[in-house]
């Protein structure tokens, strides 16, 4: 279940990734669809810390994941902030959002709190639409795009050479996802777990509930914030769709897709979706019918995911 | 129309202010009925069978499409009447093949499909009948103004609200007096011992459905008929009704109702003093709502655990 005990998926999933803009084209993708690939997939492990480890249904993560993008892409635009200072305004201002948020929901289970998360993300995407003078409303914002980095004693140029924006983007995934893993695993991780199990009897062990779940949502949005920060600065651009119930709804399928109960799953459900979302709209205009017949299908034949399947395959 | 309103002239500053007020209130309960149809349908949904039915505006959108096709052959009557029963006919067909295997399960999932299934509607319906807004006929005697102080009551917004009056009281009466109706509140409350009792559970289900999507088309034939017809009607009108179910508090049917009207007022209110908040301020009361009584305002203690 949990990162470290699978030692040879691990080396496998470090492999691709370190790889990937390499094995990449030889299949006919693109570097900026690994990068794709990647801030996707750190979107929906995060989701997965909480729906997955924690057991508890968010709808509306979408809504951090947007707050990061206008945070990083304002400050770059507004503030001449450089990259890591843009990220790092993005996941805090989502973070502080989180808090509040969580504030009012942490009480609240199954599907209303499912409905909860998902109306709540729509304030965000309101005002995003509607606050045009700085958000740049319906057209997003743009004139703007990232810098490269200045580290003192060298410069890493990421704006115009798409694999050093991937290594970048992969080394912040690697931090962000190396952090989640120390954290499931901590007993902090393992009262998450027990929640996630029977909540009555966490309670009765003396797990204070609705404070972990609270960390949970806040540790969780923080780093689904940091995808939205990267997706900002990968597309060099950003709108209200950043911010969008349905994009909400793409990261769960993520995380189902690829198997919830499973640390990595998140990544090869995003991998498998964004690569088909990718191939499916850039040859049918029909592509909300497929994505939409990928929802039913998952949800009626692969209700366990990809790694659920196989594990389950692996032991009978 | 605020335009139209500052041009009328007659009547003093205050006067007008008035207008302009009750314009919008009037325009906010219209607004408010339509979410609280809708939200009712889900509502019902939601309390037997624990499915979030996402997919509520796609059929809101088809019912009001359905009827947009039928007009030309049977007029707007015989599809105010024959549409809403179509789309409910549709809504038993998925809730047979796609929705039923899910009861039982992880709420998640049911979610997910319908998630799914909205996508596939509006997609669907985009493909049909193309995606610009196409007009919708309503009879024109509806359509005149039936005061000329107050130029905004015309006779189809008084006719629409006519109409949500009947089918709200229509499906309270249900519920309270019809075996079917008994039925479902016993459900609602404990479905284990109503099946013990010899109630087939899955029929009951099933009706629950189509009662609800009966209630989706017959807001999409009347919302489209005010706000016009595109592919993405349903999608602009769920959130609202998450928003009135959640504002109503869980396992209401009457705070359902008073949730949608109330934020159909309120969001027709911020028209006036602060517009462009006209969509968030109803997810601003939501937040109210949560941090002052977290099961909402007529919901039931334990329902949101």
């Known amino acids: 279940m949990s990162a470290a005990r699978a030692p040879a998926l691990n080396a496998a999933v470090c492999l ?56 990083a892409a304002m400050a770059i635009k507004y503030l001449d902030a450089g990259t890591i200072p843009a990220i790092g305004l993005g996941v ?6 989180a808090m509040i948020i969580g504030a009012l929901i942490v009480r609240l289970r199954g599907v209303y709190f499912a409905m909860v998360t998902i109306a709540f993300g729509q304030v965000f995407y309101f005002i995003a639409f509607r606050w045009n003078a700085v958000t740049g409303g319906d057209d997003g914002l743009t ?41 499931l695993d901590s007993p902090f991780g393992r009262s998450l777990v ?12 003396g797990v204070p509930i609705e404070w ?47 198997g919830m109960r499973s640390f990595w799953g998140p990544l090869i459900g995003a991998a498998i979706f964004v690569a088909l979302q990718d191939y499916v709209s850039s040859h049918t205009q029909n592509w909300m019918s497929v994505i939409g017949l990928v929802f039913v299908l998952v949800v009626r034949f692969f209700p366990r995911g990809v790694l659920g399947m196989l594990r389950s395959g692996a032991k009978a | 129309m605020l335009a139209r309103v500052a041009d009328g002239g007659a009547g003093g500053e205050a006067w007008r202010m008035s207008q302009v007020v009750l314009f919008n209130v009037f325009n906010g309960l219209i607004v408010g009925a339509f979410y609280a149809l809708m939200a009712l349908g889900l509502s019902l949904i939601l309390n037997l069978s624990g499915v979030i039915n996402f997919a509520h505006g796609g059929f809101l959108a088809l019912g009001a499409y359905l009827a947009y096709t039928l007009i030309p052959y049977i007029g707007f009557w015989g599809a105010l009447i024959v549409a809403p029963p179509l789309t409910a006919l549709l809504g038993l067909i998925v809730e047979r093949l796609l929705i039923r295997p899910l009861y039982g ?74 075996r079917l109706g008994m039925r479902i509140r016993a459900g609602t409350r ?38 016009g017809l595109s592919p993405t009607i349903g999608a602009n009108l769920i959130m609202p009704s998450f928003v009135a179910i959640i504002v109503g508090g869980l396992g209401s049917l009457l705070g359902t109702l008073i949730g949608g009207l109330m934020i159909g007022v309120v969001s027709g209110l911020a028209a006036v003093y602060f517009p462009s908040a006209t969509e968030a301020v109803i997810y601003v009361m939501m937040g109210l709502v949560l941090l002052v009584r977290p099961r909402g305002l007529l919901g039931e203690e334990g329902r949101v655990h």
């Open chain 1, 212 to 258: 972990h779940v609270w960390l949970s949502f806040v540790i969780s949005c923080l780093f689904v914030s940091v995808a939205g920060a990267l997706y900002a600065l990968l597309n060099n651009f950003t709108d209200p769709r950043a911010l969008r119930f349905d994009l909400s709804g793409n990261f769960v399928i993520m995380a189902v897709l690829g």
């Open chain 1, 16 to 71: 691709l990734l370190l790889f990937m803009p390499f094995w990449m084209s030889a299949i006919g993708g693109y570097t900026e669809l690994a990068t794709r690939i990647v801030v996707m997939g750190l979107a929906a492990m995060s989701l997965n810390f909480l729906l997955g480890f924690t057991g508890v249904l968010s709808f509306g993560h979408a809504a951090y994941f947007g707050l990061g993008a206008y945070g």
């Open chain 1, 143 to 183: 004139g703007w795009h990232r810098l490269p980095i200045d580290f003192g004693f060298a410069r890493l140029e990421i704006f115009n050479n798409d694999k050093a924006f991937y290594y970048f983007a992969l080394a912040i995934f690697a931090i962000c996802v190396g952090a989640m893993a120390k954290l």
């Open chain 2, 105 to 178: 399960q992880d709420p998640l999932y049911g979610l997910l499909l319908t998630f799914g299934l909205a996508y596939i509607f509006e997609d669907v319906t985009r493909m049909i009948w193309g995606a610009q807004s196409v007009p919708f006929q309503v009879p024109g005697w509806l359509m005149t103004s039936l005061s000329s102080q107050y130029f905004f009551l015309t006779g189809y917004r008084v006719f629409m609200m006519i109409i949500v009056a009947a089918a709200v009281g229509g499906l309270f009466a249900v519920l309270k007096y019809t």
């Open chain 1, 92 to 97: 805090v201002i989502a973070t502080i959002a």
């Open chain 2, 190 to 227: 404990d479905l284990d011992t109503v099946s013990t009792l010899g109630v087939n559970v899955r029929v009951l289900r099933s009706l629950n459905f189509g009662i609800g999507i009966y209630m989706a088309g017959l807001a999409g034939v009347l919302a489209a008929g005010l706000l």
């Open chain 1, 194 to 205: 027990a929640i996630r199990e029977n909540e009555r009897r966490a309670r009765f062990l």
